[in-house]
């Protein structure tokens, strides 16, 4: 690129600018700044401030400083096990429902006899809301008239597969799962398509095994679809909520801290302050991941 | 959905933190002049709903000024949930809700219109109603329209069948659970997925052995969950617990309620309205109930667990601007505290019962007459658990209290001193 070309793009591009130009512009970068003032960062701060207070939501505003913190962490039976269960959220979609979505993919990809009714079949979950798969995994777990229950044919001894705390959450990660797995699976083979072919191929003169052939040359060249699925995942596993909601209202073994939040704030209770404090401690979590996953972004736009 | 309706979606989506004040300064212009009130309903099932759509028009007809109710139905639940927020933006003129602490809660916020003159002019209320109503600074703030007692309901064909007999004390409650065990019946139908159901068993082991003033002075947070009153509460529930259906965290009010209907459990302590909710039209007759057995003799059966439910009018209501809007609301409220008011929704709604003296119980089931009987024969009233406290702990605290205690009967005190605990940053928190 010769070195005159950009300064002359440079000087027609300010000539370009004309008062309506930069009326659009304004206009066009304006509201979504505004949007992003408004509706996300000011809410946001707004709440850390307020998890300072103990505010109701009706009176004046008072400060109590780290006082919801304190009470949060030492006296909220509900907190850690929430803590505890997001975490495992997030492991078990990571570690167990993710690779397996990848090694649907990467068997429907293969052509087995059928794959396009596994494909919709895997899939079909994944247009239901998690609200319906919540009802619907009542309909399958429930203690009286679940249908599991009826084929396991225990009628006089039932597993309460949604009642007992031990269990119901492994019952509702599988039916998280259930969904997030076809999710999954649908990014993979779309990656799996653009895989370049010859590489297979070349890969197969080397006398590479089907296996060799996967981890060493097609999940490498996966990467941006292997990013984006992380990113998907860390995003189900925070903001897991409606499933939660739908069997039990997030109580008794299910508690999440979406659904504290939700309890204090929203609810009659109204313990705006507090809850606050909880929405704060997710964003802190949010915002591990999100900063982990910025700078591995440009780190790698750098080396690019 | 209404633009309203819209808009407070959008408060509680945003946080809530400046919708509030937004919303109240929108206004809604001068009032209509008292023609029209604005009636903020949760009566979004269909029973009621259409049981107080006949007692407003019956206002509408007999009112001279040609006034008109403008009602505005809200999810039952939503409004509840949203119940904060709603009385600080532009709420309707007169709105429904619950008596005792859940009223006296958003009048000592200043949000509802003090109405003791139209209490003054209030025929056939008991005393015990007028304390329901009243707030804490000694002034009417609601309108008791019905009420459902809590009791042990049972089939009456199932007793006749074993020959079992109403127990009388906690003893012979526990030796016809025994039996009832024997007879393969599971004795106490528990269902508590939504978390509320289990705390009318609660309430009544607390009133039967503590008394109603320590439940009274235990809701309003002046008595230690951790002491031996409240321990002995849960030991006693305790006791109950291998007679109950296993599994109730998992198990909603109506699976529980079926289970009774069904003759595999044999009693279940509920309100008036949830059997009968689940019980076909013709077995309606067979249904029957007992008053909660005698625990402490000195309290005897002396509480009875009713919730009242009524109207209250908003600080801030839309039209309640001018004069002639607050006459009209007020001259409502008056019409809802009639006994003819209360005949005309019960009409239409059987599983409740009216709070007037005068109202007429001829149309009354049998059923309905006996809750009439259980009540006035009552000494003190209490509302249930979560209307009788602060509404943050009683979802925030005593809801997952119980559900642990449901599914770990074991650990009392580490559980009264998780709620002692708790309790005491709530209510130090104004």
């Known amino acids: ?304 | 959905m209404s633009r309203r309706n819209l808009l407070r979606g959008a408060a509680i989506g945003a946080g809530a933190v400046t919708l509030p004040a937004l919303l109240s300064a929108c206004g809604d212009g001068p009032g209509n002049g008292g023609k029209t009130v604005a009636m903020g309903s949760n009566a979004s099932d269909p029973v009621p709903k259409k049981a107080f759509g006949a007692a407003f028009k019956a206002y509408e007809k007999q009112s001279k000024d040609d006034r008109s109710v403008a009602v505005n139905t809200i999810d039952h639940n939503s409004f509840q949930e949203n119940i904060n927020r709603y009385l600080q933006s532009t709420p309707d003129d007169v709105f429904m809700w619950f008596a005792g602490y859940r009223m006296q809660f958003f009048a000592k916020k200043g949000l509802l219109h003090d109405i003791s003159d139209v209490w003054a002019d209030f025929k056939g209320f008991s005393g015990a109603l007028k304390d329901q109503s009243t707030g804490e600074d000694g002034k009417q703030y609601f309108v008791p329209y019905y009420y459902y007692p809590w009791a042990v309901f049972h089939r009456k064909s199932v007793f006749k069948k074993y020959g079992y007999e109403p127990p009388k004390t906690f003893d012979a409650y526990v030796a016809l659970a025994k039996q009832m065990q024997k007879d393969k019946l599971v004795p106490f139908a528990f269902g508590n997925k939504d978390g509320w159901p289990a705390m009318g068993t609660f309430d009544y082991l607390n009133m039967r052995i503590n008394g109603y003033e320590f439940h009274k002075n235990l809701m309003a947070g002046e008595e230690a969950w951790n002491g031996k009153q409240v321990k002995e509460v849960f030991d006693t529930w305790r006791r109950l617990m291998p007679y109950s259906q296993k599994g109730a965290n998992g198990r909603t009010w109506q699976e529980a309620a079926t289970s009774l209907q069904k003759r595999e459990t044999g009693m279940v302590v509920f309100g008036l309205p949830h059997p009968g909710q689940q019980f076909p039209k013709d077995e309606q007759d067979d249904l029957d109930f007992f008053p909660f057995p005698v625990i402490n003799p000195e309290h005897g059966q002396d509480a009875v667990e009713a919730p009242i439910d009524g109207f209250l009018m908003a600080k801030r209501g839309k039209n309640l601007k001018t004069d002639k809007g607050r006459e009209a609301a007020r001259d409502l409220l008056k019409f809802l505290g009639t006994a003819k008011a209360e005949e005309t929704y019960l009409q239409y709604d059987p599983n409740n019962i009216a709070v007037h003296q005068d109202a007429d119980t001829s149309g009354y089931s049998p059923l309905q007459k006996k809750a009439v009987e259980l009540v006035s024969g009552a000494k003190q009233i209490s509302q249930f658990l979560d209307r009788d406290t602060r509404p943050d702990f009683s979802s925030t605290v005593m809801i997952p209290a119980i559900t642990k205690f449901i599914g770990d009967p074991d650990d009392v005190d580490g559980l009264v001193n998780d709620i002692e605990r708790q309790k005491k940053t709530i209510f130090a928190s104004d």
């Open chain 1, 1 to 304: 690129m010769s070195l005159t070309t950009p300064r002359r793009t440079r000087r027609r591009g300010l000539r370009r600018f004309t008062a309506r130009d930069l009326v659009v512009l304004g206009v066009l970068l304006g509201i979504p700044i505004l949007i992003e003032v408004f509706i996300i960062w000011g809410p946001t701060l707004a709440s850390v401030a307020l998890s300072f207070t103990s505010w109701d939501g009706i009176g004046d505003i008072k400060w109590v400083g780290t006082d919801n913190y304190k009470n949060l962490f030492t006296e909220y039976p509900q907190f850690w096990p929430a803590v505890r269960h997001n975490l495992m959220w997030l492991a078990f979609l990571g570690l167990v429902a993710t690779p397996f979505g990848l090694l649907l993919a990467v068997i429907i990809d293969r052509g087995v006899r059928f794959s396009r009714f596994y494909q919709s079949t895997l899939y079909m979950p994944v247009v239901l809301s998690l609200a319906i798969v919540g009802f619907i995994a009542q309909l399958v777990f429930s203690r009286d008239q679940g249908a599991l229950n009826a084929i396991l044919a225990n009628k006089d001894d039932p597993v309460d597969w949604l009642g007992d705390p031990d269990l119901n959450i492994w019952m509702v990660l599988l039916a998280a799962a259930w969904r997030h797995t076809g999710y999954v699976m649908i990014l993979y083979l779309a990656g799996l398509k653009a895989v370049d072919q010859s590489l297979k191929e070349a890969a197969a003169i080397d006398g590479a095994s089907a296996r060799q052939t996967f981890f060493r040359v097609v999940f490498p060249t996966l990467r941006p679809v292997n990013i984006i699925v992380m990113v998907i995942t860390v995003i189900e596993g925070l903001r897991a909520f409606d499933i939660v909601y739908a069997v039990n209202k997030g109580r008794n073994g299910l508690e999440l801290l979406s659904v504290l939040v939700t309890d204090n704030i929203i609810g009659e209770a109204s313990r705006i302050g507090f809850g606050s404090a909880i929405a704060v401690v997710l964003l802190v979590v949010s915002l591990g991941f999100v900063v982990t996953y910025l700078v591995q972004e440009l780190r790698g736009e750098k080396n690019r």
